[in-house]
């Protein structure tokens, strides 16, 4: 009546009372016995509503399905020592190519007019800048050695000491052939040349420092003598880095190289009776993400570093007077950095290491924001930390309404970055299907270029280097064939993968 007091309508019963079904099924229906017992239980809370009792807690209602992962097999490895020594192998054979480009030489005239009595003008060559570059090439061989040789345990004390007193012997002959350079290099070169020589390095600690000092910020450990007060104090004081702080960093950063491996990430599936609670999921994703943001600086840097050592440094000590292909050494120089970053992946990124960040992609789940008055008549929920949310439910976060689109969702829905983790992570063979993508343009690239070549030093490039690219590509091609299938193998309810042969 116009004057009487209105009680709820129908639509604001049902929004309030009666859960989605789609909330109570959990995304999925997997028979029918399962759906009318689910029902069921609906027609009980709302009936349990209409009366005035209070409904049960919103965990009761969600019972999302475990996930099932797929067991992959052990693909074989390269050992780190053998992968340093065939990418020294590969920088070596671009240095090589390299210096061909630039002092190549038209030997085959008739004699009558010789432009050259050998195929490189070996002369116009800086023998030291040579062994500079391959020293500093070598480092990552030479510093698997020595860790390898540090991590040896065992044996007598004899042989202890030798293996002690080669390490040493090793470090102080690449020290002493790194200074007869240098010297060398100062006294025919100038000042902005020897710039040149030194300028990753500059890049390098940068990157270092905030990789310790991220690492550290992100979880201090119960047992520290600081309290949250003193930290504060010390973030506010001290805005920029000290010398005393730089050092520190720098010293921890070489040794936890030299002493032992870096930690590897674990992930722990529970039996499917029973699940994770969203903070450890949420923990073990922030642990993750940190592994492999040190995993990509370290590809790229690396990647960065051997292009700029084989390619470009050599460019920096030509003389002005010399000739030389710009834009075929600058397609080389692009080249050795594609590869060298592809290799890198492939080793870093293994198909183990991808496999753990799929599952626990596969746990977090990812959250779709939907715009204003959408899905205004679904029943939507207040997102809450300690829940575990089944796939097509309505939360609402932040003044903002989101969706569940992982059939487990535990993840924040305003944090960018666990939306990232999943897109990134959350189907297995996607970082491999980008490597196997750009690898496979560039040997096309290669070939297209070797067909259409009418110079001996272009010819020779590329056949050197095609080499080297067929060996990668085949690793990746075998990976994909192997997980491919691994992966397409239908999970029942009643396994968790394939069978160990």
């Known amino acids: 009546m116009p004057g009487g007091r209105r009680g709820p309508s129908r639509q604001q019963l049902s929004r309030s009372a009666l859960p989605s079904l789609q909330t109570l099924v959990g995304g999925n229906v997997g028979n029918g016995t399962g759906l009318r017992n689910r029902y069921a239980h609906s027609l009980s809370v709302l009936s349990s509503n209409t009366l005035g009792l209070s409904a049960p807690p919103i965990s009761a209602l969600i019972t999302p399905e475990p996930v099932r992962h797929s067991r992959i097999p052990e693909l074989p490895l390269d050992s780190s020592?053998?992968?340093?020594f065939l990418l020294f192998l590969y920088l070596l054979v671009a240095l090589f190519v390299q210096y061909i480009n630039i002092y190549r030489t038209v030997w085959w005239y008739?004699?009558?007019h010789p432009a050259a009595s050998t195929s490189l003008n070996f002369h116009l060559m800086d023998y030291h800048l040579a062994i500079f570059i391959t020293v500093m090439l070598a480092r990552r061989l030479v510093w698997t050695?020595?860790?390898?040789?540090?991590q040896s345990s065992g044996g007598s004390l004899l042989r202890y000491v030798l293996l002690i007193a080669a390490r040493l012997s090793l470090l102080t002959l690449c020290g002493w052939v790194l200074c007869w350079t240098l010297v060398n290099l100062c006294k025919n070169h100038s000042v902005l040349n020897l710039l040149f020589l030194g300028y990753p390095f500059g890049v390098y600690v940068p990157l270092c420092c905030f990789h310790q000092e991220g690492g550290k910020s992100q979880a201090a450990p119960a047992d520290?003598?600081?309290?949250?007060?003193?930290?504060?104090t010390d973030l506010t004081e001290t805005p920029f880095f000290r010398p005393r702080d730089f050092l520190f960093l720098l010293r921890e950063n070489l040794r936890e190289q030299f002493s032992s491996p870096p930690h590897m990430p674990t992930h722990t599936c529970p039996p499917p009776?029973?699940?994770?609670?969203?903070?450890?999921i949420r923990a073990e994703v922030e642990e993750l993400k940190s592994d492999f943001n040190r995993r990509i600086k370290e590809v790229l840097f690396n990647s960065l570093f051997s292009a700029y050592y084989v390619a470009f440094l050599p460019l920096c000590f030509v003389k002005s007077t010399q000739y030389y292909d710009?834009?075929?050494?600058?397609?080389?120089?692009?080249?050795?950095?594609?590869n060298a970053f592809v290799m890198l992946m492939s080793q870093l990124l293994p198909p183990s290491y991808c496999d753990l960040l799929h599952r626990s992609a596969a746990h977090l789940g990812r959250w779709q924001k939907l715009e204003h008055g959408s899905y205004s008549n679904a029943p939507q929920h207040m997102w809450s930390e300690s829940t575990i949310w089944p796939q097509g439910v309505l939360v609402r976060h932040s003044r903002s309404l989101y969706k569940a689109v992982g059939p487990?969702?535990?993840a924040l829905p305003s944090d960018v970055s666990h939306a990232r983790f999943y897109f990134l992570f959350h189907k297995p063979l996607r970082i491999l299907n980008l490597l196997i993508w750009i690898e496979s343009s560039v040997v096309l690239y290669q070939l297209y270029s070797l067909l259409r070549s009418e110079r001996w030093n272009h010819t020779l490039s590329l056949g050197l280097i095609l080499f080297c690219n067929y060996y990668v590509l085949f690793k990746l091609l075998?990976?994909?064939?192997?997980?491919?299938?691994?992966?397409s193998y239908p999970l029942s309810s009643n396994s968790l993968g394939l069978k160990s042969q």
């Open 81 to 84: 020592l053998l992968f340093e």
């Open 110 to 112: 008739p004699y009558s």
């Open 145 to 150: 050695i020595v860790s390898e040789v540090s």
């Open 224 to 232: 520290c003598d600081y309290t949250a007060d003193h930290q504060q």
């Open 273 to 280: 009776t029973h699940s994770h609670t969203p903070e450890l």
């Open 326 to 338: 710009m834009r075929w050494s600058c397609e080389h120089l692009i080249m050795v950095w594609i």
């Open 408 to 410: 487990y969702n535990v």
């Open 478 to 487: 075998r990976d994909r064939i192997v997980l491919g299938k691994a992966y």
